[in-house]
């Protein structure tokens, strides 16, 4: 990917004070954790986790890949997060909230303490929620998910985020699978200067099912009108007045379940990723420490959704849990105009900035220069995530963003890993542009083939040994995890974690991800499973046949291409828009294709599996180079090309 050959060292005066400061430190760092990988976890464990009661073994193996980690300790997250605090920063602001339009709220961590402990209360005595019980999360991005997230951490309950974006259909398959008791939610929020609303998806998804739902909590943002079901629905903001200030935590085990964040697979449904308590906190204040360096009275500010990983781990646990200011924001960086996001940084002096590549791209387009109308030298770091970062935009945010000052952290992770596991870190990596770099210190990446061997001119992205913050299971589904994660490459008859991605490694051991290899796609950094697509798509009766791939997009990075073969007739509008409203209904409106296509037939080879490969080189517009001779119709090609161009 990366044409710009120039290495762009760390700035001296921040490497001076950084937490790793160096390629020596780093490597130091690492090699002890290669000597002796349990003392390294051990010496964080015991460092950063206030422990109720401590553990005994730092890592259990004995039923691999069901890994185990701190085994027997008790923690509590919201502890973590809030209370051990207190003593030192009672008076720092945790959440520096800002409004869609312009409202801001400084929350301190006293007052996020207050607000976390009365909904605690409210949800284990008024909707009697218990240690394990599922709560589901279909909030916009206020201080009230927050809270809402911190409390059931504190009572023992589980909480799955769904991203406001998807739809009735799926926030109902989610609160299915995990058998949620209890939905939270809001009236609504602000967006674009207007209030939106969210509260409807969650009656039209309770009506179709999600029966194991007691009761459905609002909190009341916008105050817009809303449908109200007498006896479900309770309205947050009159009930927790009436709350108890202090609400004992409940002391966790290490390995009890946190949270499911639902995520898509190559195959079947998407996969509840259960992550555990101990070892997740851990690495998400470790790589805050470490890939941020936050520190002091840094103003970290990630720009994600609580309804993705990303929105998990850096607005909320990870900042929350190193002590620092997260900012947390309700609207988009584009509203009112390019300049948001940079006014943002200049009001509130932010020192971190993490967002996606795809938002870097979009603020580029609308405002190649709107950055230096701001004051933004209190930045010091510039993070991005969800996708490969191209030269042209990872150009103009060292350059115009951070003023050819701030190193810019590639992070390379997933919902499966809970936080960072490669990326430069940022006073100590010669960063190469479009390049996650090294993996962090503890965390041993290697690209190699599906025996195990060492592939660096192009393979498969491997960790190969297990980590405290990775996923601890798919819920309700151990053999999906065993089949999805670690059925595919093996060393030496041990299976070894894969992360679905392609990557290489060059002669300087510089780690460049290429991207998936397997049939997920990853429109503006979300990321869709093209099985769960093309089932929605199967469902306007018009089509016989479908196959979902993608195509290179200049903002999104990739967008949705669908191939489909009709019953009867030829594609129309009327067609394409009811395949689009179905994948809206049955997704959410990221799910939406920016192309379909009517073909003949699909490629396929006489065992009948459909060669996406080939569609993909169609889509891309790439010349075929593939063998398709082994094809059940070779001549299928031909005229799937020109369908193509035509279209
Ligand atoms: O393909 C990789 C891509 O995003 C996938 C993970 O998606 P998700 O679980 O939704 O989490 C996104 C936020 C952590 C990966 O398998 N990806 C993530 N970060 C990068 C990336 N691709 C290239 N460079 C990155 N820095």
Redesign the pocket.
Known sequence: MSTDKKIYQPNPAFAKHAAINSMDAYWKLQNKAIEDYEGFWKKYADEKIDWLSGYDKVLDESDAPFYKWFTEGRLNVSNQCIDRHLADKAHKTAILFEGDRGDVEEITYALLSLRVNKMANLLRHEFNVKKGDRVVLYMPMIPEAAYAMLACARIGAIHSIVFGGFSAEALKDRIEDAEAKIVITADGAYRKGKPYMLKQVVDSALEEGGESIEAVLVVKRNNEEINWVEGRDHNYNELITSQHAECPFEAMDSEDPLFLLY?SGSTGKPKGVQHSTAGYILWAQMTMEWVFDVKGDDIFWCT?DIG???GHTYIIYGPLAAGTTTVMFEGVPTYPDAGRAWKMVQDHKITQFYTA?TAIRVLHKMGEDEPKKYDLSSLKVLG??????DPPAWKWYYETVGNSNCAIV????????GGHM??PLPGATPIKPGC?TFALPGIMAEVLDYQGETKNDGGLLCITKPWPAMIRNIWGDPDRYVSAYFGDVSKNGTPIYF???GARVDEDGYIT?V??VDD?I?VS???MGTAEIEAAVKKDDHVAEVAVVSRPHDIKGESIFIYIVLKEGHINKDIKNHINELLANEIGNIAKADHIIEVPGLPKTRSGKIMRRILRSIAKGEEITQDISTLEDPSIVEQIITSAREA
């Open positions: 995520t994600a993705w990983i990303t590549p991005t995530v969800g996708e490969p970062i590639d992070t390379w992770w997933q919902t499966e890993t490669i990326s996650a992360s679905g991605d991800i991207g998936r997920v990853n950094g979300h990321r």
